[in-house]
């Protein structure tokens, strides 16, 4: 069965960084992208980026343009997300999902990760 | 950037229909897909491409778009139906490209 297996909770810094991870198993990674979606505490669902496992091509929301890099490890079916320069509007929790490959939505979600950015 | 308009929270009895709607800008011609959010947890699909729902989402899941206006109807409440649920587009030429809506909180009385 498709999983995505995020790393665990962190607390970071004002000015930090973060790096999420992402494992996925139970399909073939490369044929998926992998979307970042995040919520801050009460809040919506805001979307980061998405990443090609296929390619590594990447689009990310304007708002975190130069702060956010996604990349892949296909030799580990791993997805990462590093936010740099953190501030405490960046507390949320951040889910991985996998985008269909037939059409532009989130069929597998990540179990999220909590990042508190907090001096 | 494209806008998504839901109501804040809805109240249902249990065993009766709730409706939640979801507001954009000629959003009947885009696809329109459907979250379902309990507390701690992630989201799960539960309608996709408007009105289909995948596999595992009981059929008192349904949607359905038009003008200005996408819907997500749960009928037959049940006390687990109780969550937070989003609506979500893609559009190729808005920013962010997927773009979620403000979100409803389902209450069953």
């Known amino acids: 069965q498709v999983q995505l297996v995020q790393s665990g909770t962190g607390v970071k810094k004002p000015g930090a960084s973060v790096k999420v991870s992402c494992k996925a198993s139970?399909?073939?990674?490369?044929?998926?992208?992998i979307s970042w979606v995040r919520q801050a505490p009460g809040q919506g669902l805001e979307w980061m980026g998405w990443i090609s496992a296929y390619n590594a091509n990447t689009n990310y929301a304007q708002k975190l343009q130069g702060r956010v890099t996604m990349t892949t490890d296909t030799s580990t079916s791993t997805a990462y997300m590093e936010l740099r320069s953190l501030r405490s509007d960046d507390t949320a929790v951040y889910f991985c999902?996998?985008?269909?490959?037939?059409?532009?939505?989130?069929?597998?979600w990540g179990q999220g990760t909590l990042v508190t950015v907090s001096s | 950037s494209y806008v998504l308009t839901q109501p804040p929270s809805v109240s249902v009895a249990p065993g009766q229909t709730a409706r939640i709607t979801c507001g954009g800008n000629n959003i009947g011609t885009k696809s329109v897909h459907w979250y379902q959010q309990k507390p701690g947890q992630a989201p799960v699909l539960v309608v996709y491409?408007?009105?289909d729902r995948p596999s595992g989402i009981p059929e008192r899941f349904s949607g359905s778009n038009s003008g200005n206006t996408a819907t997500l109807t749960i009928s037959r409440v049940e006390a687990g139906d109780e969550a937070d649920y989003y609506c979500?587009?893609?559009?190729?030429?808005?920013?962010?490209?997927?773009?979620f809506g403000t979100g409803t909180k389902v209450t069953v009385l």
């Open positions: 139970g399909y073939t990674f490369t044929n998926y992208g």
């Open positions: 979500q587009v893609w559009d190729s030429s808005s920013d962010p490209f997927y773009v």
């Open positions: 999902a996998r985008e269909d490959s037939s059409g532009y939505y989130f069929d597998y």
């Open positions: 491409d408007d009105s």
